[in-house]
């Protein structure tokens, strides 16, 4: 039974780290098409303006403070966007954290860190939202992967290997979930202009100056953040029901 639930009113959608990049691009591209919004980010004051722009703009949108790596959080988020904005339809598993070492340099703490956010966090509330989603017989989970799990990048083997197990966890609840109506894709972003760009290129972390690199591109540009959106929010459309288990490349075509 895959009866979407068309009498409800709009879907609602949560975005993780919607405070910068491209969740913020997200929110903002899902909350103009509709959409209440969710805007959840472990900085306050980085969702709380992201929350003002929508609603100035018209929208509905709501600040939710949260760490994803913490189910505590986690829960007490979902009873939040719940209890104000309506159970969740559409979930984008975007926030993360980046992580250059090289593979002797990797301690303990940050090997904690990296895999409780990207993996344990985006599967912990993956879980949380898809008994909902299951009830409601719709649902849509976008998962943010990395291009340098599909080409390998030096000085990222733990960062990588997180959005590589993304990547298989789409495609295994791709196939488990399709039955419930509810599709999971991923979107694999090449080098964006974000904070978290930013941060590896202020920081000289690159083996090579970031402008040598976007030149052997065959679009030779940074990409915005707005670009990934769209392809966030072509899997989170209606339209997009027949489209499961994917990974999109938004990367100028430096990964084919
Ligand atoms: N920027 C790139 O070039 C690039 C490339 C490949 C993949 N990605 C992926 O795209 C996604 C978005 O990246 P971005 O560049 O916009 O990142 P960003 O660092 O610019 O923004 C991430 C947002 O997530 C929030 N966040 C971080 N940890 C969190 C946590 N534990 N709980 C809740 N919120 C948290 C941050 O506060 C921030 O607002 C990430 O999954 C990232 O790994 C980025």
């Known amino acids: ?21 491209m969740g913020r691009a997200t929110s903002l591209r899902l909350a103009s098409l509709g959409y209440p919004v969710g805007c959840l980010d472990i900085d306050y004051s980085a969702a709380e303006a992201v929350t003002r722009e929508i609603i100035e ?21 979902l009873d939040q966007v719940r209890g104000k904005l309506g159970p969740v339809a559409i979930l984008i598993n975007n926030a993360a954290v980046e992580h250059f070492g090289r593979i002797d340099e990797i301690d303990d ?16 509330l993956t879980q949380a939202v898809v008994p909902g989603m299951i009830g409601q017989g719709w649902g849509r989970i976008v998962n943010l992967a990395a291009i340098g799990a599909q080409t390998g990048a030096p000085d990222m083997s733990l960062y990588t290997a997180t959005k590589g197990a993304v990547i298989a966890m ?20 090449g080098f964006i202009d974000t904070p978290m760009a930013r941060r590896a290129i202020d920081g000289d972390l690159f083996p090579v100056p970031y402008e040598q690199i976007v030149a052997g591109y065959p679009i030779p540009r940074l990409g915005r953040p707005e670009e ?15 489209v499961t288990g994917q990974l999109l490349g938004v990367n100028g075509g430096a990964a084919v």
Not at 59 to 69: K, Q, R, S, Y
Request: aromatic share 8%; charged share 15%; with cysteine.
């Open 1 to 21: 039974m895959n009866t979407p639930n068309v009498t409800a009113g709009p879907r609602v959608a949560l975005v993780t780290g919607a405070g910068a990049g």
């Open 57 to 77: 703009a018209g929208g509905t949108a709501l600040t939710v403070t949260a760490d994803i790596a913490s189910k505590f959080d986690i829960e007490w988020a």
């Open 109 to 124: 703490a940050s090997w904690d860190r990296v895999i409780g956010v990207n993996l344990k966090g985006t599967f912990a």
């Open 170 to 189: 789409t495609r295994s609840l791709a196939v488990e979930l399709g039955r419930h109506g509810i599709t999971v894709n991923a979107v694999s972003p």
């Open 228 to 242: 990934v959106a769209s392809a966030c929010a072509f899997f989170a459309s209606e339209d997009a029901g027949y």
